[in-house]
C-alpha cells in the first residue's frame, strides 16, 4: 500500500522560499511522473508542477513558472518542490501525488493520479 508523506510547509511573508518534500514511505513507486497540486479555500485542486519518471521532463502551471522548480530523487522515490519568490496567492494546501504506471499519461489531470499525499498548508503573508 502507497502511502506518500508530505512535509515543508509553513507560514512565510511575501517574497520567501519553502522547500516541500514527498516521499513513498514503502518504497514501492519506480519510475512514475509524481506532482504537486494545491487548493485554496473555496476552490478547486489546481495543477502546479510535475514531472515524469523515466525522461525528467517537467512542466509547471504559468503562474509559478520562474519561481518554482520540480525535482526528484527515484532512489529514494522522492520528489521536491522548492518554492522562490512566493506570493500571497500561493497560499494554499499542498498535495503531492503519483500516478500508477509509467507510460506518458497528461500530467496536469488530477485524474491520471492514483496516490494523493496529505497535503500540507502552505501560507504566504503581504
Known amino acids: 500500500q502507497v502511502q506518500l508523506i508530505e512535509s515543508g510547509g509553513g507560514l512565510v511573508q511575501a517574497g520567501g522560499s519553502l522547500r516541500l518534500s514527498c516521499a513513498d514511505s514503502?518504497?514501492?513507486?519506480?519510475?512514475?511522473?509524481m506532482g504537486w497540486f494545491r487548493q485554496a479555500p473555496g476552490k478547486e485542486r489546481e495543477f502546479v508542477a510535475a514531472?515524469?519518471?523515466?525522461?525528467?521532463?517537467?512542466d509547471y502551471a504559468y503562474s509559478v513558472k520562474g519561481r518554482f522548480t520540480i525535482s526528484r530523487d527515484n532512489a529514494d522515490n522522492t520528489v521536491y518542490l522548492q518554492m522562490d519568490s512566493l506570493k500571497p496567492e500561493d497560499t494554499a494546501v499542498y498535495y503531492c501525488?503519483?500516478?500508477?504506471?509509467?507510460?506518458?499519461?497528461?500530467?496536469?489531470?488530477?485524474?491520471?493520479?492514483?496516490?494523493w499525499g496529505q497535503g500540507t498548508q502552505v501560507t504566504v503573508s503581504s
Open positions: 514531472i515524469r519518471g523515466t525522461s525528467g521532463i517537467t
Open positions: 501525488a503519483a500516478q500508477a504506471t509509467r507510460g506518458g499519461s497528461a500530467l496536469r489531470s488530477t485524474a491520471n493520479y492514483r496516490y
Open positions: 514503502t518504497r514501492t513507486l519506480s519510475r512514475v511522473a
